[in-house]
């Protein structure tokens, strides 16, 4: 029996089209990672129906001694998460590592489950050297939450690739990035659970 999914807002019946949540550190006009996830909401909708997740500045500073439940923001943006058939993190290196606001959605993540068992990929768009650095970080909390890592990327994009409306203004780094969404994609969800870091919230 065919099933209506609607996350925030966008619609999934019979599992077509699949729905992947777009996390992107950064909605900076000129930002690489966010003109990504631009392209992609309007370039692959033949593929998949792209949401753009946009509660990450939203989400509390995590504190894993915190007793009072979820806060809303957080409960919203795991029932996104949960809802969807993949998530794609499209993200730049910065200082070595990850943005905050991408660290501090893993950490929810990792506490409370809601990247557990999910297909989830990531296009890095840095053009930096330590591109290799902030990799490693994603994947090892991504290995952390449980997430079904079946995608990792790099695309490098420069900001003289962005146009002024913030978009990809190459359509063979647009071809690039489907065609990464698309191997997402090609992977069969997971039936089994994926083991994740045993820390969580405390009762």
Known sequence: MSVLRVVDGYQSFGGEPPLVVAVTSSWRIRAPSGALVRSLVESSRDLATVIPLHTLRQLPHFDVSARSGLPPPVRQTGAMIEGADAVLFCVAEYAEGLPAVVGNLLEWAIAYGFLSGKRVGWINVASTAHVGLANEILDRALRFAGANIVLRADLPVAATQV??????????????????????LATPPSDRPHPRHPRGPRP
């Not at 146009?163 to 997402?184: F, N, Q, T, Y």
């Open 163 to 184: 146009s002024p409306i913030g978009r990809l203004a190459d359509p063979k780094v647009v071809e690039a990035a489907i065609a990464a969404l698309a191997e997402l």
